[in-house]
């Protein structure tokens, strides 16, 4: 054998064992990649026309989803998902003019809903839905000013509503008392005003973040105490407070889904939709990225929780619309 001949066999015989030290390494490494956690599974449609700006809620274990707007009209219907069934009920129409943008909350075992937009006015008017009866009752309106794109919450059977937009920005913060049916102006938000913000509960206390001011996506987050009715500016979302954290971008007309003391922030816009999922602890104020939704970036969409699981459906992409509805398990791992 010639020694050209053995230089190349030996040449062959090193490269074989580099590709083969490549596949191992590369085997290797995408075993040690972190498992995503957060599964995403489609269920039944929503029954209604496709639309955003609707209002949803939750009473026991089944969820109501009504209004909002499909590209041409407000809308009136409202519906009832039981995930037992799969099924989507109609439901009693709501009685108050068709509209979009406006607010829901759950407390004391009813549903509330109340402000939005009508495409001409905004609106300030609020009713009660009794789901043992299938009836809406008007209650007193809402004493800020009519607005559509306000936040709203519930902390211990209480409903609170703020901000939003009346041709000013907003950061008003209102408290509404099933029990007595009084509505009581609280102290305002420790932030700034803004348009579709994003609002949750978690251990008795209210959180409030993101949200647009004029052209500015907000990213403070701030933590409302209701039994001092005071405000706490919580680390925002920037890599100036959150050096070395993982946390999302600010963003506007996203929902909130709370699911075993932890809440978890899905879609909305910063300028660019998105699907981006991130879970949040308040205790140790930190944010966890999740697997993304699988329905797609969109906004406006509308969330609940049955059974600690989350539900997304409706929203809109531009001009298209969704009607699409997905479970969200967030102690499972993504597909």
Not at 88 to 94: D, L, M, N, Q
Not at 115 to 135: K, Q
Not at 192 to 213: E, H, I, M, S, W
Request: with cysteine; proline share 2%; hydrophobic share 35%.
């Amino acid at each position: 054998m010639d020694t050209l001949t053995r230089h190349l066999r030996q040449l062959l015989r090193s490269a074989c064992i580099l590709i083969a030290l490549l596949s191992f390494s590369s085997c290797d490494s995408s075993e040690e990649e972190e498992e995503i956690w957060g599964n995403w599974i489609r269920q039944s449609e929503f029954s209604g026309v496709a639309r955003s700006g609707a209002v949803s809620f939750t009473i026991g274990d089944k969820a109501y989803v009504g209004t909002g707007y499909d590209g041409r009209n407000r809308l009136q219907d409202f519906w009832q998902y039981d995930p037992t069934k799969s099924a989507w009920i109609r439901k009693a129409e709501f009685p108050g003019a068709a509209r979009s943008a406006a607010v829901s909350f759950a407390a004391n075992g009813k549903g509330y809903v109340g402000t939005g937009f009508d495409g001409v006015n905004y609106l300030r008017d609020f009713w009660e839905y009794d789901p043992a009866t299938d009836t809406w009752t008007q209650i007193a309106d809402f004493p800020g000013t009519a607005r559509y794109g306000a936040l709203a919450l519930t902390i211990q059977d209480k409903g609170y509503i703020g901000a939003g937009y009346d041709g000013n920005y907003l950061k008003d913060f209102w408290q509404y008392d099933p029990a007595s049916g009084q509505w009581t102006e609280k102290v305002g938000l420790g932030g700034a005003k803004r348009l579709n913000g994003f609002a949750f509960a978690q251990n008795g206390k209210g959180y409030v973040g993101g949200g647009r001011n004029n052209s500015l996506y907000e990213t403070d987050l701030l933590e409302y105490d209701p039994v001092a009715d005071s405000w706490k500016r919580l680390k925002s979302l920037t890599s100036d407070e959150r050096d070395g954290e993982t946390y999302p971008l600010s963003r506007a007309s996203a929902i909130t889904l709370e699911i075993n003391n932890r809440a978890y922030l899905v879609t909305g816009t910063n300028g660019s939709l998105l699907s981006e999922v991130w879970e949040y602890d308040a205790l140790s104020d930190l944010w966890t990225r999740k697997n993304d939704f699988d329905g797609g970036a969109r906004e406006g969409a509308v969330g609940f929780v049955i059974d600690n699981r989350g539900y997304i459906s409706t929203g809109n992409y531009s001009t298209y619309r969704f009607d699409d509805l997905w479970l969200f398990d967030p102690a499972a791992s993504a597909d």
